[in-house]
């Protein structure tokens, strides 16, 4: 646990990462707390008759003991991988501290994800026991001649189909609620999860217990000062992802804070702002989709007045000045963005509260760890030149490596940085500026662009409520600008209204980031993570380039 510091600049004299010789997530996140405060909430599990459930610490540690029991009694060893495909949930709290008391890895999957996502990672990391629900079990059931090393489902809500299946409250009911977990150290691998497939082939990053400890930092700064007396934790974030699980999650847990557990089948504005006000949120991880889907909607921060929050972590993707502040302006407290990705997270960000805030810049390096910005021929990029943003070796929040993939781990790094693929610039004051992914970066008439800043722009645009940005192959200038747009309910689209739109974001940015194209569409797809899928409207463009 951090103190409270009293300026950022104190902050990064005096941090430094000391890990302990030992230490596992499971027992530090919810055994500490049981052992002294057993009847502290942990998790407030919101339902929808408006009589919320608690979990305390007591309950869990209890319940993940007997589930430890359970999966060791099945033959599930230190080192084995376990599947939870759970939404937001109690059991899925239990599932992953049970696998880190075990010394196993948690292998956490999205509960939206089909019959191929679910067995292409099944069958890649080898799981050999997955916690899910009848519903999760009756959908892995026929893929399981292909997946030899699936041995045990406990399902959740009632028994599951298939040998091997066994339900999940028989399983712990028959299980000691005493557990000896096992010893681990900081670098033994704990977690491991799968990239979001926006550039390719989803890869298997594993991380050791340490990686919680790495994230505190960030993650109490983006919250400012997290914990303090009557905090509430929540993110719209599913657990099966960095963002929910280790930007929210664990860390709240970590220092005493409960989470108010709850799955949206689809996110839904108003139904968000409904509930953080009816659980009292002080701090909210709101990813910048979940922000410019509530600015979209409009009148459902017409109770942001009684809401209870005093700080929003933002991170996932690039937030963007006006998305920024108008979420200030509307919610009336600091939403610092911070920075990271699955494999090194939550490295570059802000603090409002130590004067560490710079609307539509991604913030400074996190005390504790060091981040570059590197140009292609390895040199450190001056102030206001673009870079790649880099971390150095060894850093706590960084991975162990992707599973099974030795050559794709080493071709992660250059020496001892870890390369993110994501183009950034610095300015006189140390404030880092998100440009965008190398294979989003749009290059017009010798210009390199990024799309997050224009699809920021569009969004002020009283007409819109989402929208993506391309680069569409063009003769004379590489590529132009292309915006796929979503327009808010009751606005008719037209040829006038594309014309207005463009000349917005010209009078705003500038003449060669303006689109100049603009097509309607009724949606924008998005990853289970709530990004953008750009590579769809790239395809799109190409192909109406190529004339197909």
Not at 222 to 230: F, K
Not at 360 to 368: D, E, F, L
Request: net charge negative.
């Amino acid at each position: 646990m951090l103190t409270r510091p009293t300026s950022h600049q104190d902050f990064d004299r005096r941090f430094r990462f000391a890990l302990p010789a030992w230490f596992n997530m499971g027992t530090d996140v919810i055994d500490r707390w049981a052992a002294v405060e057993p009847d502290r909430p942990a998790l407030i599990i919101h339902r929808e008759d408006g009589s919320p459930r608690f979990a305390t610490y007591g309950y869990l540690s209890a319940r993940s003991n007997r589930l430890a029991n359970a999966l060791k009694a099945a033959g599930i060893q230190p080192g084995d991988r376990i599947g939870i495909l759970l939404p937001q949930s109690a059991e899925a709290l239990i599932a992953h501290v049970a696998a880190y008391k075990l010394g196993a890895i948690a292998v956490p999957l999205a509960i939206l994800f089909g019959s191929d996502a679910l067995s292409y990672r099944l069958r890649d990391a080898g799981v050999a026991a997955l916690v899910t629900t009848v519903a999760g079990a009756e959908t892995v059931a026929p893929l399981r001649t292909d997946l030899p090393d699936l041995r045990l489902v406990l399902t959740v809500g009632g028994p599951g189909p298939g040998a091997g299946t066994v339900a999940f409250a028989d399983a712990i009911a028959r299980a000691s609620d005493a557990f000896d977990p096992e010893e681990t150290r900081p670098d033994d691998a704990a977690l491991m999860i799968y990239t979001s497939g926006t550039t390719g082939p989803p890869k298997g990053a594993l991380h050791g217990h340490r990686v919680l400890l790495g994230h505190m930092p960030g993650i109490q700064l983006a919250q400012e000062g997290l914990p303090r007396p009557g905090d509430v934790m929540w993110t719209p974030s599913d657990w099966a992802w960095a963002g929910g699980l280790l930007n929210a999650l664990l860390p709240a847990l970590y220092v005493g804070v409960p989470v108010v557990a709850f799955r949206f089948e689809k996110f839904d504005p108003e139904r968000a702002v409904a509930l953080m006000i009816r659980h009292r949120v002080t701090n909210a991880f709101l990813p910048p989709t979940a922000l410019k889907m509530i600015r979209g909607a409009g009148e459902t921060v017409a109770g942001a007045a009684r809401l209870h929050l005093r700080a929003i972590g933002s991170a996932g993707e690039r937030l963007g000045r006006e998305t920024c502040l108008w979420a200030q302006e509307a919610f009336g407290v600091p939403v610092n963005e911070f920075y990271g990705q699955t494999e090194c997270n939550a490295v570059i960000g802000s603090s409002a509260g130590l004067g560490v805030t710079r609307p539509g810049a991604i913030g400074k390096p996190i005390p504790g760890h060091d981040v570059v910005l590197l140009k292609p021929d390895g040199s450190v990029a001056a102030p206001g030149e673009a870079g790649e943003i880099a971390i150095s070796r060894p850093d706590p929040v960084m991975f162990l490596g992707y599973w099974n993939q030795p050559e794709a781990t080493a071709a992660k790094f250059r020496g001892d940085h870890l390369l993110t693929g994501d183009q950034g610039i610095a300015d006189e004051d140390g404030y880092i500026s998100f440009v965008g992914r190398d294979d989003d970066l749009i290059t017009s008439a010798g210009y390199r662009i990024g799309p997050g800043e224009i699809e920021d722009c569009l969004g002020a645009h009283p007409a819109v409520a989402f929208a993506a940005v391309v680069g569409k192959p063009d003769p004379v200038r590489t590529q132009i600008v292309k915006a796929f747009v979503v327009l808010k309910p009751g606005v008719e689209p037209d040829a006038a209204l594309a014309d207005a739109i463009k000349a917005f974001v010209r009078g705003r940015l500038s003449a060669h980031e303006y689109p100049r194209e603009i097509a309607f569409v009724d949606e924008i797809p998005l990853t289970t993570t709530g990004k953008v899928i750009r590579r769809a409207f790239r395809d799109k463009v190409a192909a109406e380039a190529a004339g197909n």
